[in-house]
């Protein structure tokens, strides 16, 4: 995840981020889920805070407001699970793994 730099790709939108690595993640998670199920939510959680970074570049009023990209991709998470595996398996928060 930390090679796909999505934080430097502002001008994707949500629905594109999500078409380009959900695939990648739903392997993941189909693969790994028997086997080391919580690393796999870990991986989901670096994923949203990834998805945090990217939000802070994208969005000038969140840049210096963590919390508050947090909750704007926690809402929008919460409209439209459909758009990542994580948030349809109900894994919305961020900053716990991999924060820094």
């Excluded at 999505?6 to 695939?23: I, V």
């Excluded at 802070?56 to 919390?67: A, E, N, V």
């Excluded at 398996?89 to 820094?100: D, E, L, P, S």
């Amino acid at each position: 995840i930390h090679d796909w730099r999505m934080h430097l790709r502002p001008y994707y939108s949500l629905d594109d981020l999500s078409r380009e690595y959900n695939p990648a993640l739903r392997g993941w998670v189909n693969y790994f889920k028997n086997y080391r199920k919580s690393e796999t939510y870990s991986v989901l959680i670096y994923m949203n805070n990834a998805l945090v970074e990217w939000a802070r570049k994208k969005y000038k009023q969140l840049r210096s407001h963590r919390k508050r990209a947090e909750q704007f991709l926690r809402a929008v998470g919460k409209r439209e699970p459909e758009l990542f595996i994580q948030w349809q398996m109900g894994i919305f928060q961020a900053g716990i793994v991999g924060a820094g």
